[in-house]
């Protein structure tokens, strides 16, 4: 579906360091980042003319561009620091505020406003109520969800992550905005239950994507000549990610052991961490190094740094089996661009992409709380190299099939021309009663 140059598009990802080049494994800087700015990239090449607003902060500049359609925008609010995705809805109206501002300076009209995370909601759902435009909205992560699968006290984790306060701003966004996207089927299935209760006909499923102009399989030989370049010879499991308790490397490490008792000369490489560590990430990692002691590990788990983004392909290449081992995942996008770069996954259970793949064709699937059982499917497939590679071919085509980029914003594009050309079923929210956004403190 090829779009009008004349339409424009407004995403908006608040939270963040959201740029051309995104220092991945800064604070709240992830795989959002990267699913906003790709699909963004891609609605650019399909004609469309699409601005990215996000907060401005530090020394950031106010306009970036990242291409001849694509820009990002950034408006302050809360003054100069970074502010955590669990609090910056205090600084929401300010943001908005400055926004509006902009597009009627401007005189800016967009066909459509699709915000990422609760908090870019609530400002897409500002915005829309202003200018009258529709706004579908993808969470990415469900709070309600989170809250109840998180370890540790419910006291600490609700000062920690404002949990209260996120459901019930998350209830009223999901009941205002025209179009919620969730980005698993059972992401969907949650937002109609008992705490949401979203319609059918106001949901959708759209996954990530991934680039497949980046992440493709190599040849045998150059797969080995890439793990001599990495140092990172020997059998390998793979994982990689931004340092936090929910990617579950601790419970990995620990699955590692019943890994070592079958495949001896096996090797765990940990790529976790960020460009700039906080206290706290410093403190993790090394908590993770002592663990690995105390399981006798400690030759056997390689600790690397921050992956840069134009070696990602590459260190997915040198693994033999890559393990997505979180306590809780929204999607898990790493699983995927290692699949399509021909390597082998083991998938947690405790998310959303198992339920989009088949066990024993696309990959394998395991809970990470029962360590024994997901150590078995790691040492599995190092061990039987045959079930590896049949995996590794129909794992890279599901990949294709399913999780391109330019397939998701074709069916974005898709959802928004069905709901353009649809019968409202009920009066537009942002022509109704408003979300009530909270008042800045």
């Known amino acids: 579906m090829t779009a009008r140059p004349s339409k424009r598009i407004l995403m908006i990802s608040t939270h963040g360091y959201v740029a051309a080049q995104p220092e991945l494994g800064k604070p709240d800087t992830g795989g959002q980042v990267v699913f906003v700015l790709k699909l963004a990239e891609c609605l650019g090449r399909m004609g469309y003319k699409v601005d990215v607003m996000t907060r401005r902060f530090e020394d950031q500049s106010a306009i970036e561009k990242l291409d001849a359609n694509v820009r990002v925008l950034r408006f302050p609010c809360g003054g100069k620091e970074f502010i955590g995705k669990e609090w910056l809805c205090d600084s929401i109206p300010e943001w908005i505020e400055n926004a509006a501002a902009f597009i009627r300076k401007r005189h800016l009209k967009y066909s459509f406003i699709n915000s990422h995370y609760w908090d870019a909601g609530l400002a897409g759902q500002g915005l829309a109520e202003e200018f009258s435009i529709p706004h579908f909205h993808t969470p990415h992560s469900i709070g309600a969800w989170k809250r109840d699968n998180m370890d540790g006290d419910p006291e600490e984790n609700e000062r920690k992550y404002n949990f209260q306060r996120r459901v019930e701003e998350e209830q009223k966004l999901y009941a205002a905005c025209d179009l919620v996207i969730a980005t698993t089927e059972e992401q969907r299935e949650l937002l109609q239950k008992d705490v949401y209760q979203v319609p059918d006909e106001r949901l959708t499923v759209i996954p990530p994507g991934y680039d497949d102009r980046q992440f493709y399989p190599v040849s045998a030989a150059t797969r080995q000549s890439l793990k001599q370049d990495l140092d990172a010879t020997g ?207």
């Open 235 to 441: 059998p390998i499991v793979l994982a990689l990610g931004r340092m936090a308790h929910n990617k579950g490397y601790d419970l990995l490490i620990r699955s590692f052991s019943t890994v070592h008792k079958r495949v001896p000369d096996a090797r765990l490489l940990l790529a976790v961490g960020s460009t700039d560590p906080s206290k706290r990430e410093i403190e993790q990692i090394e908590e993770l190094r002592q663990l690995a002691r105390e399981l006798g590990l400690e030759n056997q788990v390689l600790f690397r740094d921050y992956i840069p983004d134009d070696l990602l392909a590459d260190y997915f290449r040198i693994a033999e089996v890559f393990a997505l081992s979180s306590r809780y995942e929204p999607f898990g996008m790493t699983a995927v661009e290692a699949m399509a770069c021909g390597t082998p996954a083991v998938v947690t259970t405790q998310g959303g992409l198992w339920k989009m793949l088949t066990w024993g064709r696309d990959t394998i699937y395991a809970n990470p709380f029962d360590t024994d059982e997901y150590g078995h499917a790691l040492a599995t497939l190092l061990q039987y190299p045959e079930v590896a590679a049949r995996l590794a071919e129909r794992g890279a085509q599901t990949a294709r099939a399913l999780f391109t980029w330019t397939g998701i914003a074709q069916q974005l594009v898709s959802v928004v021309h069905a709901a353009d050309s649809s019968p409202p079923s009920r009066t537009s929210p942002h022509r109704s009663t408003p979300v009530q956004v909270p008042a800045a403190s």
